[in-house]
């Protein structure tokens, strides 16, 4: 059985091993006409959702502004009221949005903005402090992000929020955040078919966790699509190809299915096994919208890590279809 927590990199906060993606649950929101957003939600089934996994053990929330337009922040302020001594919250900053209209209206990074967007954060989740602050622009400028940094500082400097990372699948980029005390952790994309071991090994050698989006590939890797499956207009997941990318991640976990369920895994759970096993460093943070997946995916800190043949006969399988 797994450690019940781990670190949040250099914060030293605890953290339950799995956490909770709260980007679905902010429903609806478009950049430039396209869906940046899972479609509609509801907001009872997103409390709920969340309650069952405080339930269940689950103790890391990661959100952003900009999902569902501010929205995904207060539904989580809603359901966390009254618990947040029991949670570490992670949001993020850098995407500009109308909350009315639901749109994003561009990026900022200057020290004026983020300052304002942590008050506007910290407002909608109705706390004090938040305790995992994180960059949201992956692609932005690695010698201009030095002043964000320095903004960064200046914030956990004023007790707004206690530590910061980036959102990045960048080694180098990651790595201008990495040189100052008070960054935690870098969130990077990772799940069974993408690794990213550059940034592992930074992640490991500089004392950082690394948080995982994309854990189960937007869903793929809980067997639930197939090539035939459709989105809704207002589902980011319109854009997934399946006779490209998802359908190659399609035909890997058709080889690896076996594997992934071993000890009486369900699929999601097995795909969070192969994040846990992958570096002590990682805390994936499945997306999750409804109740039975909240447990589903909680059922994963008892179950583990999966073993080291597990890993050694997944890696042997991928690197036979040319994705290691
Ligand atoms: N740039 C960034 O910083 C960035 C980018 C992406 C994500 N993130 C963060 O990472 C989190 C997770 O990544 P992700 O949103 O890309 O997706 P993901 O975790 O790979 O997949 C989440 C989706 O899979 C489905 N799902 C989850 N658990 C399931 C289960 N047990 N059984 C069946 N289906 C299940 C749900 O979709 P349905 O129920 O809708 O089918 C859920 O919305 C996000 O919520 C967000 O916090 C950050």
């Given amino acids: 059985m797994t450690s019940t927590t781990r670190t949040l990199g250099r914060s030293g906060l605890a953290v339950s091993p799995i956490g909770f993606g709260c980007w679905a649950i902010g429903g609806p929101a478009f950049r430039d006409g396209n869906p940046i957003g899972w479609g509609k939600v509801d907001d009872d089934e997103s409390v709920a959702a969340i309650h069952a996994a405080l339930d269940a053990g689950v103790t890391f929330f990661d959100t952003a502004n900009i999902y569902g337009a501010g929205h995904s922040e207060r539904v989580v302020g809603r359901a966390l009221a009254g618990r947040r001594h029991e949670v570490v919250i992670a949001t993020k900053f850098g995407n500009l949005f109308d909350e009315e209209a639901k749109r994003a209206i561009g990026r900022d990074a200057s020290p004026a903005s983020i300052r304002e967007q942590c008050d506007a954060s910290l407002a909608r989740l109705g706390v004090d402090v938040i305790d995992l602050y994180q960059f949201h622009i992956g692609d932005y400028d690695p010698v201009q992000a030095e002043t964000v940094v320095a903004t960064l500082e200046e ?51 500089a ?56 000890g009486g895994r369900t699929l999601a759970q097995g795909a969070l096994g192969w994040l846990l096993a992958r570096s002590p460093a990682f805390v994936p943070i499945p997306g999750i919208r409804t109740v039975a997946q909240a447990q589903d995916n909680a059922g994963a800190i008892a179950h583990g890590p999966l073993g080291a043949q597990e890993m050694a006969e997944i890696d042997q399988i991928l690197k036979q279809l040319g994705l290691r």
Avoid at 207 to 221: E, F
């Fill in 155 to 205: 914030l956990v400097d004023a007790g707004k929020i206690r530590s910061f990372g980036w959102s990045t699948d960048d080694p180098e980029r990651a790595k201008v955040f990495a040189r100052s005390p008070h960054c935690a952790a870098i969130q990077l994309h990772a799940n069974v078919i993408d690794d990213n071991p550059a940034m592992v090994e930074l992640l490991e050698s």
């Fill in 207 to 262: 004392g950082l966790a690394g948080i995982n989006r994309g854990p189960l590939a937007m869903g793929a890797l809980t067997g639930k699509f197939s090539r035939e499956t459709t989105f809704a207009a207002d589902d980011v997941r319109r854009r997934f190809d399946f006779s490209g990318k998802e359908g190659r991640t399609l035909d890997a976990l058709d080889r690896i299915r076996d594997i992934l369920t071993s």
